[in-house]
């Protein structure tokens, strides 16, 4: 709780600036379709029929819905707990089909400052309690798609075991996922390293456990612990370790294979048999080589049942693991990373004795293949013009087969989920079972940049990882290859416009020398072969679109006209923020650190003009659209503006810390342009959005986190008032539109609270994801944080925290410096000129106009 005497501090604090309002928006997925990412998990509720849950590496967990669509269950997260959208294992519960469970976290290494979680949920993830555990958690590490590491206990459901990675063991839980202790038995903590010689760290930290299974069939008894337990470890020697005394003891299991990772362990009750599937790398891009086994409980004896490959060898690890419930000894399994000519699907009816293929050699190139596509929901997944397609996927992890039927289907890939509710025609003649995409509603693109476009056919531009990027015309139907950029790349990391002519575009990727350029505003691409050795980073093309500067991550600025050779900028730092002028040709824009530099001469020469007080990170350069020398730039310490070409700058006020964010459409004729991006406001952060220049700010980000603010992109709709794009770092893209008034406005950087009452209120941290269409609007509070621990255990405990919040009540009044006078004086520029119960001028300078914002306050612009 929080001390009365924290709370008359409080209460007898100096006057401050009152916190910006909150305007709801209704914000929903940009719809590219078919994920756009690693599937590594899915699991089907045994006992609820159609309840299922797919996890992905950067977007969070989604729920399945009846009609094949997908509800994403995290969207509230954001700063700093962005971590939570890397989801590493998932769990549902078989008694209390309510219950559902997430092992969270990003990165077991230092790119990740977040130790992990377990997330809880009673009510099928609507909403969420969280433990924060004593160690990390690595939801995009490798080995991400073995599991499931998180796994309750089918007769006691108040127990739950979670497998931790980086030799952290395994955790135990008996009050539903509450509280954790390690369970100091079990000593096998995995040692297996993806490359331990690797001098990046993120190949270097050790697996740790792959899965949990139970035997549902031991135990006289369904109301207590279940006594057999089977834990798979990424080890290369013993690996599959059993204890037969519900988690007491354990011990190897006997006679087990040896060399290999177990990736899946899934338990088939009526044979009382556990499959194993085996691969040399722990995935989800390596392994060389692979098996698969049985182990049968009955008998003890194991069997190797790896399915023949269809080129004679075995190339490839294997990974995803289904089976039947409805008929039993009915499997599937799938080569983890058969990277060509395309990924396998083999199926048995009997047990693995003999097996089927998704396709088979006719005679090399040819192959027989006894499938179809399906790629309505999403098309851009298939490139009709590929010379190597992958109809079947890569990266092949999960694979289930619903509990409650036979025909419906799903498997994780690299790119989407695909299956279908015609399994059974795979054991027909000629089998022919459809390959569909089903994933809609999941979009987990990691978006790169963001534009808006002034002119051209498109409503929306987008630079991508994986995809490449998109021409969007549409914002809710799904993407198609006639729209994705077709000068493929790995990704698209920046795109810029010619301001005098918008329909001039240029983009950077991913890879070395990837430069390409549009003159149809995105339709078509054609590659510039000037672009050096420059990679990543960002663009800056000028008003007449002839003069390209890139500003790439792995080395100085570069400069090119006419896509002549590029040249060194040595006077501007490496990696510094760069823009182009809008309407001067030869105006260009640079800043690093603090400082601002400027060239009037095409880019060639350049000049530090000024300092952004206090800054030491220089994040994103906005130039007016139409202005020339009114520009914009976001810092560490806020956000500023110059008005003579970057000469001097300005503090905007209110505005402490500045990321991403964008200029588009004003809110009236004549008024000046609309901001918004992911800034903090009077000591909030959130997304905001300003309508007089800075002067007013209004959150509109309501209960969405959109994950990691420094990682994410904005856009302002350059035609449309008060949309909004978001690009996020693996939920996809957002675009948002008020749905309610705009709060009247607060004039933050001058208010002044007159008064404080404060009220201490205990709550549990509890998260609410929200829909693509809620408009709840947030409320803004003051916040303290203090823990509560809660033991259960002697051995290592987790504590499970409860927050305690300050809500404030506030009484506030405005008080702002005019220039008034008698004999009716003018206003000067962003004065006030009007509004309820003004008594100053009403008129402005030349050139500028009063424009009425709202009843209550009118502005010179």
């Known amino acids: 709780m929080v001390a009365i005497s924290a709370l008359l501090a ?18 929903k997925n940009v719809k590219v379709g078919g994920g756009g990412g690693f599937i590594p998990g899915i699991v089907f509720n045994p006992t609820e029929k159609g309840l299922a849950y797919a996890r992905t590496d950067i977007g969070g967990a989604y729920r399945l819905n009846a009609d094949d669509t997908w509800t994403p269950l995290n969207d509230n997260v954001g700063s700093p707990d962005w971590n939570r959208w890397g989801v590493d294992a998932i769990a549902t519960d078989p008694v209390d089909t309510n219950r559902v469970y997430l092992a969270v976290g990003m990165y077991t290494i230092s790119w990740d400052p977040n130790n992990g979680a377990i997330m809880r949920s009673t009510d099928k993830g609507n909403t969420w309690s969280e433990t924060v555990l004593p160690f990390k958690v690595g939801g995009n590490m490798p080995g991400r798609g073995i599991g499931e590491r998180l796994t309750i206990d089918p007769h006691s459901n108040n127990i739950l075991y979670f497998g931790a990675r980086s030799g952290n063991g395994l955790w135990k839980s008996t009050d539903y996922g509450v509280t954790w202790a390690k369970v100091s038995s079990f000593t096998n903590v995995g040692t297996f390293k993806p490359n331990a010689t690797d001098p990046n760290e993120y190949m270097q930290d050790p697996i740790g456990l792959a899965w949990i299974t139970f035997d549902e069939n031991s135990g006289g008894s369904k109301t207590v612990a279940t006594p057999r337990i089977f834990v798979g470890v990424a080890d290369l020697g013993n690996s599959i370790f059993v204890s037969n005394n519900a988690g007491s003891t354990w011990a190897a299991l006997a006679g087990q294979p040896t060399g290999y990772i177990p990736h899946k362990g899934v338990f088939s ?22 098996s698969v086994w049985k182990y049968n409980l009955t008998s003890s004896a194991w069997t190797n049942i790896t399915p023949p490959s269809p080129s004679d060898s075995t190339y490839y690890g294997f990974g995803g693991f289904a089976i039947d419930k409805q008929k039993p000894g009915t499997i599937m399994v799938a080569a983890l990373n058969s990277w060509w000519p395309d990924g396998i699907i083999w199926r048995s009816t009997n047990s693995g004795a003999t097996w089927t293929s998704i396709w088979e050699w006719a005679g090399y190139p040819t192959r027989n293949k006894y499938y179809k596509i399906d790629a309505s929901a999403a098309p851009w997944v298939y490139d009709p013009t590929a010379t190597d397609p992958k109809d079947v996927g890569w990266m092949m992890e999960a694979l289930v087969i619903d509990p409650f039927d036979s025909n419906h289907w799903l498997y994780g890939t690299g790119a989407t989920i695909l299956g279908s509710r015609d399994l059974l025609k795979w054991d027909s003649s000629p089998r022919n079972v459809t390959l569909k995409i089903m994933a809609d509603g999941i ?50 990391t920046d795109i810029d416009y010619a301001g005098n002519k918008p329909l001039n575009l240029v983009r950077v990727g991913t890879q070395l020398q990837e430069l ?79 400082q601002f530099y400027v060239s009037t001469n095409g880019a060639l020469a350049w000049s530090a003009t000024a300092t952004l007080t206090g800054a030491t990170k220089a994040y994103k350069i906005v130039p007016n659209p139409t202005a020339s020398g009114d520009v914009w730039v976001s810092t560490d310490n806020g956000l500023f503006r110059s008005t003579d070409s970057g000469s001097s700058f300005t ?18 004729t004549g008024a000046y342009w609309s901001i918004a991006g992911f800034f903090t406001v009077d000591g909030v952060a959130g997304i905001y959005r300003s309508d007089d220049a800075g002067v007013n700010w209004v959150r509109i980000n309501d209960n969405y986190g959109f994950g990691a603010a420094d990682a994410n992109k904005i856009a302002v709709d350059y035609k449309v008032y008060g949309r909004i794009f978001v690009g996020t770092n693996g939920r996809g893209i957002f675009y948002g539109n008020p749905s309610c008034s705009s709060p009247p406005p607060t004039s933050s950087t001058t208010s002044a609270r007159t008064s404080s009452s404060t009220t201490a209120v205990t709550t549990t941290r509890t998260t609410t994801p929200v829909t693509t ?70 008129a402005c300078v030349s050139p500028y106009t009063c424009q009425v914002g709202n009843p209550y306050y009118s502005q010179c612009l």
């Open 773 to 842: 269409s809620s408009t709840t609007a947030v409320r803004t509070s003051t916040t303290t944080s203090s823990t509560t621990a809660v033991r259960t255990s002697t051995t290592t405990p987790v504590v499970t925290t409860t927050r305690t919040t300050t809500a404030s009540t506030t009484v506030a009044t405005t008080t702002r410096t005019t220039t008034t006078s008698a004999g009716g004086a003018l206003q000067n520029q962003w004065g006030q000129c009007g509004g309820i119960g003004w008594t100053g001028p009403t």
């Open 516 to 594: 390409s350029s549009s003159n149809d505003g995105g339709v078509s691409w054609n590659k510039i072969y000037a672009a050096n050795n420059a990679q990543h980073g960002t663009v800056a093309l000028s008003a007449d679109g002839d003069i390209i500067i890139w500003s790439p991550n792995n080395g100085q600025p570069i400069r090119s006209q006419y896509t002549n050779a590029f040249t060194t900028i040595s006077a501007l730092p490496a990696n510094a923020a760069i823009a182009a002028d809008r309407r001067n040709n030869n105006l260009f824009y640079g800043a690093s650190t603090n």
């Open 443 to 492: 979009e987990e693109t990691a978006i790169q940049d963001l534009l808006s476009p002034p002119q051209g056919p498109g409503i929306l531009l987008s630079g991508m990882y994986d995809a490449g990027g998109f021409l969007h015309r549409n914002l809710d139907v799904p993407q198609t290859h006639t729209d994705q950029f077709h000068i493929y790349y790995t990704g698209t």
């Open 10 to 27: 409080a209460a007898a604090a100096p006057l401050l600036a009152s916190a910006a309002p909150s305007q709801c928006y209704n914000w």
């Open 651 to 668: 503090k905007i006020g209110g505005v402490t810390v500045g990321g991403h964010f964008d200029l588009g459409a004003p809110k009236t």
């Open 269 to 290: 009750a009526a044979e009382n048999v556990l499959y194993i599937t085996y691969s040399n790398g722990g995935g989800p891009y390596d392994g060389t080589l692979g």
